[in-house]
């Protein structure tokens, strides 16, 4: 759960599913004269539209700070035990469809706690060195089954899919958590290129609420445009998780669309 922030008397949230389908947008029209197109393609793709499906356990009963009366956002939830069971649930799920969709989703979970594999210089990534035991054992074991798995697949290829992917999470998490502003991601991939590649910069410049310009523009069609539910819910705080729910339930959603040109 995103907590964007607080509007007329309401905080609005993003359920990571919504985060999720945004950034699989975003990737489905990766590529043009600069940008190689992903590889292959449905895989990688529908690895970034569900690569943050391991929250829908949690979406059906999300919980509330039972000091503050707060929604929980996401990095006070994500350290759990039972939220670690649904991340390997929606990987052990998806290799039933697709294994190199799991692969790239597993290498995805396990790398924001070793961070992301040193493949994005900004911005600045989280670096677990002395992880609680739960999180280490979790990593540890994920990490073996990815060992197991690569194998079967192109490295090179297979680790430019992994920068994308933290590319497109990061440019998710861009729209997601508050409203958009001049930034920029670093490296990018922009061929595959048997691991040559280092990358380029691309600028987020925002124009408006809802206009965003990037340079170099990395996408199929100018302008794209892409969409993001929120949830507008009633209250800021709320007296225990049955009563945030409730709210949660009825809250009002709006589709926000950008323009990225």
């Not at 061929?191 to 600028?203: E, F, H, L, P, V």
């Amino acid at each position: 759960m995103i907590v964007r922030g607080e509007q007329n008397g309401g905080v609005v949230l993003v359920n990571q599913t919504d985060h999720s389908q945004l950034v699989g947008q975003l990737a489905s029209h990766w590529g043009n004269e600069q940008f190689d197109t992903p590889r292959p393609y449905e895989s990688v793709i529908r690895a970034a539209v569900y690569h943050d499906f391991g929250w829908l356990p949690y979406e059906t009963t999300p919980a509330s700070d039972p000091e503050s009366g707060k929604p929980y956002g996401f990095l006070q939830v994500g350290l759990k035990g039972t939220q670690l069971k649904a991340y390997r649930w929606v990987v052990d799920w998806m290799n039933e469809i697709d294994p190199y969709s799991a692969l790239i989703m597993c290498m995805h979970r396990t790398g924001l706690w070793r961070g992301r594999y040193g493949t994005i210089d900004y911005p600045t990534a989280f670096n677990f060195t002395n992880p609680p035991p739960d999180i280490a054992k979790f990593t540890d074991e994920n990490e073996r089954w990815q060992n197991e798995q690569k194998p079967k697949f192109d490295q090179d290829v297979l680790w430019t899919n992994y920068r994308l992917m933290q590319v497109w999470d990061l440019l998710g998490l861009y729209f997601c958590c508050q409203e958009v502003r001049n930034d920029y991601i670093e490296p990018v991939p922009v061929k595959y290129s048997n691991g040559g590649d280092r990358g380029a910069r691309i600028s987020m410049k925002a124009e408006s609420r809802n206009r965003v310009v990037f340079s170099p523009y990395p996408f199929d069609v100018r302008p794209l445009k892409i969409q993001l539910r929120l949830k507008h819910l009633s209250g800021t705080a709320f007296d225990g998780d049955h009563a945030f729910r409730k709210a949660y339930y009825q809250a009002n959603n709006e589709w926000m669309e950008f323009e990225l040109n």
